[in-house]
Structure formats: structure tokens, C-alpha cells
């Protein structure tokens, strides 16, 4: 089978050969990216959470120690991942794993090991700061009426924080999807590798990697679009229903109360 | 008043690095007591009220409640707080509820009451408020008089020992104050215990069956309404109140 000789024509004379490899890569990738980021999120939160733990004089001393070093760790762990290229981190974690350790890792495992732990990275950061920039006044008045600092966390800081951050969730999302591609280097086979395949082996790199490109941001936009339905839903409707007929507005001190006495004869 | 105090603050001092905000300060709190705290801004008002409920760790000095201090270490600082209610200036209403939720999560979460129960009594005292109509609305769709009386229903509904309110009516404008100040009359009237911190002296002579005026983070006067208002013996209380007496 001969290769057309216009752009186009073998656009379409790839997508025919190797539609599966395309969208069997296109598979892999989304599956990693979504997988990933959610639980990047997951370590992202405890690691956020964990972080903003009060700590005070009040607390006994083990306490403050454990805290301490808890702390130090999770500051090396987020500037390491932070701070270092995913590629690399997927190098010396795969083959470094098998070399040194004698571990042959499975591959998706590593795949998801390496996109997760470096998605928590940047997630822990995004929630610390999320849950720094909820009012204060929130949490004081969780705490005011008797909650712990779990339940002011569960019910009250963590609902707004997840709200706030969702377009960096999205963002985290959207990065994972085409950043999945360093995982090539270990050979993973998700859309970049596939597309690479295919471009050598009828040496069609333009047209391959045009596949290669509308396929990521058919997934990228699609993400982007469900991300931003869930914020709206989130937000819940603008309007709200009163419960009767609004009549407080204008008979503010007039409303019945029962039992009025003359509070100058209260107290002595 | 003869009855055991519920609230006992002694000697209590507070510094924020260098800068000593509140020195010595003395008075308890019996049940049914309306005691307000008045003086200029600044005097340390508010912290000594975030002391009281802990938002604040006193840097000596005890608080002392039912004959128990909360300084203690070890004292459950969590449900100490659910019997101590707290309202505060700019209200602190749970943005990601709506009203009736707002005042719901105190009883199922910290009282572990069930649904219907706290439903219900979130329902009376939302009514109580005046905020009965409202309970689906979220807080950033309500004026701020409305936010403060759901607070207030709110801290009503953990059906405290004491109520702290800390400024209530001072981010709200002159007809939203009179709203709020109507709740609070209601509740003085019923023999709540309260402490409130307030600017509002009109209200303030009506209400309470004890006054402490503060200044420069001591205790400067107390008395009763009537000796404060009326007849203060300090210059500096004199000084303060003319102010408000001939606006």
C-alpha cells in the first residue's frame, strides 16, 4: 500500500492504518492523566492539610516534635518533585528501581506512581494555599461553636478550598494529559509514543503529529469544559426561594416577639 | 447577685509580642447577667472577649468556668466553646452553607443531635431572628443585618451557657443596627447570660445589669448601668461617655 501524495490524503491514510494505535495511546494517556491527578489530589489535600495543622505552645512537646519533622519531610518531598523535570523523575525511579533495587516496576505502576506523586507536589502547595486564603473568620466561627479542628476542616474550610481550587485542579489536569508524554521515555505506550511510532514508519512526522495534536486537545478542551460544568454546579443556583412571603425587610423591630418586659428591671 | 458565677476572669493579661493589650483584668459573669463592655477602640475590648472563648491564649491570668479553668492543660477547649457562644463583628456565617444549614452543623456535628431535632430547633430560632423566610438563601444573598441575626441564631441554637458578642452591630449601618439590637434586647430580656462588647451606648444603658468600661487595656470602672451611665465616679469615663451622651 503506497502512501498518497497529498497532506491530507495521508491524514486520513494514517488514521485508517493505525486509527487503533492512535486511539489506544489517546486511552492510555487519559487514563493516567485522570487517574493521576485524582489521586495527586488526594496526596495534595493531606499533604496541604497536614501542613496548616496548628501547632502551638499548648501542645505537648512530643506533639510539637512529631509535627516538626512531619513537616520538614513533606517540605522535601514537594520541593524535590517541584523542583526536578518529571523526565528525569520517571528515569531514575524506573530504571534506577530495577538497577539498584533490582525491582522491575510494572509499567502503568510506575506511570501512575510517577504523574501522582508529582501532581500531589504542585497540588500540596495549590491547597496550602487555598486553605490559607479562606477567611479566618471562617474557621473562628467553626471553632466558636464548640468544632474540632477535623470538623472545621471536614465541613467548613475543605468544601470552600475545593471550590476555590478547582481551576488548578483543572490546570493540573490539562498539564497531565499532554505531560504524560515524558512517560515515553519508559516506555510507555501513550499518545506521543504511538504517534512517534507511526511518523517512523512511513517517516510522515507532519502528519502524524497533526493527529498526534488534534487528538490532545480534543481531550484537553474536553476536560477543560467539564471542569468548568462542575465549578457551576458547585457554585449551586444564583436565586433562592423564601420560605414565605418576604415581609421582614420593611417591619425590622416590629416582628411579634413573645414575653417583652422592660429589660431596665433585668439584672439587679 | 448571689448565684455561683459561670464565668470568672482573674488577673488576666494578654501581650502580643511586646505590646500588652490587656492587664489585670477582673470580673465574672453570674447566670443572667448582661454585662457589656464599653470603652474607645482599641482598649482591648474584643481581645479580652477572644480570650474568653480562647480564639486568643491569655499570656497569664486564668478563665475560670463553673469553678473549672480552661487554661489547664489537657481542658476540652472544643466543648468548653460549644457552651460559650460567640457572635462576631463580621459575622462568620459558613459561606459554603445555606442559613438553615448554618445553624443545623453545630447540633448534628458538635452536639451529634439528629436531622429532624436540629431542624427543628434551627427553624424556632431562625423564626425567633426573624430569619424564618430565609433559610434557603446563602449568606452572600442576605444583607448584613440578616447575617448577623443568623449568627445569632446560629450561636442560639448550641443552646449556650453564655453568649460573647464581640461588636455585633459595628459593620452594619445605623438601620440594620436597630435589628439586630432588637434580637439582642429580646434575649437579655429572657434572662440570657451575655457579654457583649459593644459601641452602641444607648443600648448599652438599657440592657445591662453590668458595665465595664475599659481603656488602655485595663478594667478603668464597672458598675452597674445606673453607676456607669449615670453617675461615673473615674474622669476618663466621664470624658468617654460625654461623647455619646450629647450626640
Known amino acids: 500500500m503506497s502512501l498518497p501524495s497529498d497532506f491530507w490524503g495521508r491524514i486520513v491514510f494514517l488514521f485508517e492504518q493505525y486509527g487503533s494505535s492512535y486511539l489506544k495511546g489517546a486511552g492510555t494517556t487519559l487514563v493516567i492523566a485522570v487517574v493521576s491527578t485524582f489521586f495527586g489530589c488526594v496526596i495534595g489535600f493531606i499533604v496541604g492539610i497536614v501542613q496548616t495543622i496548628p501547632v502551638g505552645k499548648r501542645d505537648k512537646l512530643p506533639k510539637r516534635i512529631f509535627f516538626r519533622i512531619v513537616n520538614i519531610i513533606l517540605k522535601i518531598y514537594v520541593e524535590l518533585f517541584r523542583g526536578t523535570p518529571m523526565m528525569v523523575q520517571a528515569m531514575f525511579i524506573y530504571y534506577g528501581a530495577a538497577q539498584v533495587l533490582g525491582l522491575r516496576m510494572n509499567m502503568w505502576a510506575a506511570a501512575l506512581f510517577i504523574v501522582s506523586i508529582n501532581t500531589g507536589a504542585y497540588m500540596a502547595e495549590t491547597v496550602r494555599g487555598g486553605i490559607l486564603s479562606i477567611d479566618i473568620g471562617q474557621t473562628e466561627g467553626a471553632k466558636a461553636i464548640g468544632m474540632t479542628h477535623f470538623q472545621t476542616m471536614m465541613y467548613v474550610v475543605f468544601p470552600q478550598v475545593l471550590r476555590n481550587i478547582l481551576p488548578q485542579i483543572g490546570n493540573n489536569l490539562i498539564i497531565n494529559i499532554k505531560d504524560t508524554c515524558v512517560l515515553s521515555v519508559i516506555g510507555t505506550v501513550e499518545l506521543f509514543f504511538a504517534s512517534k511510532s507511526v511518523a517512523g514508519t512511513y517517516y510522515t512526522f507532519f502528519e502524524s503529529m497533526t493527529i498526534a495534536m488534534a487528538i490532545y486537545l480534543v481531550m484537553t478542551v474536553t476536560a477543560s469544559k467539564l471542569l468548568f460544568w462542575w465549578e457551576k454546579k458547585l457554585d449551586g443556583p444564583e436565586e433562592y426561594d423564601l420560605a414565605t412571603t418576604d415581609t421582614l425587610m420593611f417591619t425590622s423591630g416590629m416582628v411579634n416577639f413573645p414575653d417583652r418586659r422592660n429589660p431596665e428591671e433585668e439584672g439587679e | ?247
Open chain 2, 1 to 247: 447577685m448571689m448565684s455561683e458565677p459561670v464565668l470568672e476572669v482573674r488577673h488576666l493579661s494578654k501581650k502580643f509580642g511586646k505590646n500588652t493589650v490587656l492587664r489585670d483584668i477582673d470580673f465574672s459573669v453570674s447566670p443572667g447577667d448582661v454585662t457589656t463592655v464599653i470603652g474607645a477602640s482599641g482598649s482591648g475590648k474584643s481581645t479580652l472577649l477572644r480570650c474568653i472563648n480562647l480564639l486568643e491564649t491569655p499570656t497569664s491570668g486564668d478563665i475560670v468556668f463553673h469553678g473549672e479553668s480552661v487554661l489547664q492543660p489537657g481542658f476540652n477547649v472544643s466543648s468548653y466553646r460549644a457552651k460559650v457562644g460567640m457572635v462576631f463583628q463580621s459575622f462568620n456565617l459558613f459561606n459554603n452553607m445555606t442559613v438553615l444549614e448554618n445553624c443545623m452543623i453545630g447540633m448534628t456535628k458538635v452536639l451529634k443531635r439528629d436531622q429532624a431535632a436540629a431542624r427543628e430547633k434551627a427553624l424556632y430560632f431562625l423564626d425567633k431572628v426573624g430569619m424564618g423566610p430565609f433559610i434557603n438563601a446563602k449568606p452572600k444573598q442576605i444583607s448584613g443585618g440578616q447575617k448577623q441575626r443568623v449568627a445569632i441564631a446560629r450561636a442560639l441554637c448550641m443552646e449556650p451557657e453564655v453568649l460573647l458578642f464581640d461588636e455585633p452591630t459595628s459593620a452594619l449601618d445605623p438601620q440594620m443596627v436597630g435589628e439586630v439590637l432588637e434580637v439582642m434586647r429580646i434575649l437579655a430580656s429572657e434572662g440570657s447570660t451575655m457579654v457583649i462588647v459593644t459601641h452602641e451606648m444607648a443600648f448599652a444603658r438599657d440592657v445591662s445589669s453590668h458595665v465595664v468600661y475599659m481603656a488602655d487595656g485595663v478594667i478603668c470602672e464597672e458598675g452597674s448601668s445606673e453607676e456607669i451611665f449615670v453617675h461615673p465616679r473615674n474622669d476618663s469615663t466621664r470624658e468617654f461617655l460625654k461623647r455619646f451622651i450629647h450626640s
